[in-house]
Nanobody, 125 residues
């Protein structure tokens, strides 16, 4: 059974940092690109960052460039999202998803076929 599990969310003050993890199982992890998406209350889910299956390419939303960094360890079937200089507007539920090779762009959630349950990130003083 294909599964994605996020962890690492929590409450942090503005300017602080968090590291999210996304562990995949039940599928060949290194065949999939992995993306992080987020959904804030009252808003639609948006793409944050994604990383290609071979770890060569990463794409970031403009709102997080220079603050967030994605990485992956295929030996551990895990992708990490390092979030620095967090802002209140980063508050959301963060989801990771697995993107097989298809015609959808990596930042397009329609290309993802397996999702985690989400982890809450709250940035507040």
């Amino acid at each position: 059974q294909e599964q994605m599990v996020e962890s690492g969310g929590g409450l942090v003050q503005p300017g602080g940092s968090l590291r999210l993890s996304c562990a995949g199982s039940g599928f060949r992890f290194d065949d999939y690109s992995i993306g992080w998406f987020r959904q804030a209350p009252g808003k639609t889910r948006e793409a944050v960052v994604c990383i290609s299956s071979d770890d060569r390419l990463a794409y970031y939303a403009d709102s997080v460039k220079g603050r967030f960094t994605i990485s992956r360890d295929n030996a551990k079937n895990t992708v990490y999202l390092q979030m620095n200089s967090l802002k209140p507007e980063d508050t959301a539920v963060y989801y990771c998803g697995a993107h097989p090779r298809n015609s959808y762009a990596l930042m397009d959630e329609r290309g993802y076929d397996t999702w985690g349950q989400g982890t809450q990130v709250t940035v507040s003083s």
